[in-house]
């Protein structure tokens, strides 16, 4: 159960990750000025919550994928 945990975990930073450096390209080149301009704004939440949207649309995305698996196996063996 905790490796499941952790692997959904690297998910979720992962896409945050990648979330990160497409919408503020800036992040790359001067991560100061990024976090300074996040402090100013006082926007703190909006990167997880947007990570979050798109962790659940993956999550659903895995799930059907998986159900198919299930479906094409289960004809398989009757």
Known sequence: MIK????????????LLVLSVLQH???LTSPAQRASL???HG????PLLWTFA???IILALRA????LFYL???NKTN
């Open 25 to 27: 390209s800036d992040l």
């Open 43 to 46: 926007n703190f939440m909006h």
């Open 54 to 56: 798109v962790y659940i």
């Open 38 to 40: 996040m402090m100013e």
């Open 72 to 74: 094409k196996n289960r």
């Open 4 to 15: 499941k945990i952790k692997i959904e975990l690297i998910y979720f930073f992962s896409i």
């Open 64 to 67: 059907v994928v998986k159900f």
